[in-house]
């Protein structure tokens, strides 16, 4: 497999990907990168080759000027053509668009501030479905991704089978509560 081909193929693999990426976007953004891709894509000049070459001999008297038919061209295989795609371009900071510059690396731009302090209740708030789900989504925020496995422990150690929030019973509610509050 020669250069070509292997640029080629790039390309149509590059060109699948955005296009796959383009079909889950909403019909107004397809519009508008339609609309963008459409100002910012140049027009190709045609390839033309030369029609006669001028060949002059040094040792002769006279130059002479002969003509030369151009190499055949090989046509080129037929390739459907990608709808092109302006790459997304990450905002940066500049004193247009008022943003701040961004940090040096390590260095936070956001002054440090203290978390509030979580206010334990004295007594279970869950009172309902709608409040334990409330409840479960409030923790999950506060203690992220990596501790979702816990909370559904909690709910599982509770007698929730599987640790499913659609499986937690009235009885089981302070007993949620009280897991989840043991995680910190």
């Known amino acids: 497999m020669n250069e070509i081909e292997i640029i080629a193929q790039a390309v149509l693999a590059n060109c699948r990907v955005l296009e796959a990426l383009i079909a889950k976007l909403p019909d107004q953004s397809k519009v508008a990168v339609a609309a963008e891709v459409a100002k910012a894509t140049p027009v190709p ?3 033309q080759a030369p029609a006669t070459v001028t060949v002059t001999e040094v040792a002769a008297p006279a130059p002479t000027v002969a003509p030369v038919a151009p190499a055949p061209i090989p046509a080129a295989p037929v390739m459907a053509t990608p709808t092109p795609v302006a790459p997304a371009v990450p905002v940066m900071a500049s004193p247009s668009n008022g943003m701040p510059p961004p940090p040096f690396p390590g260095v936070s731009s ?4 203290e978390p509030a302090p979580v206010v334990i209740p004295d007594e ?7 409040s334990l789900t409330q409840f479960m989504i409030a923790a999950y925020q506060r ?3 990596s501790r979702s496995e816990d909370l559904r422990l909690c709910m599982e150690k509770a007698g929730a089978e ?6 937690v019973t009235e009885a089981m509610y302070e007993q ?3 897991n989840v509050l043991a995680l910190g």
């Open 143 to 145: 203690m992220g991704n």
């Open 124 to 130: 279970c708030p869950i009172k309902d479905r709608h």
């Open 110 to 113: 956001a002054p440090h501030v």
């Open 45 to 47: 000049a045609a390839v």
């Open 162 to 167: 599987k640790g499913n929030v659609n499986k």
């Open 176 to 178: 949620v509560w009280r």
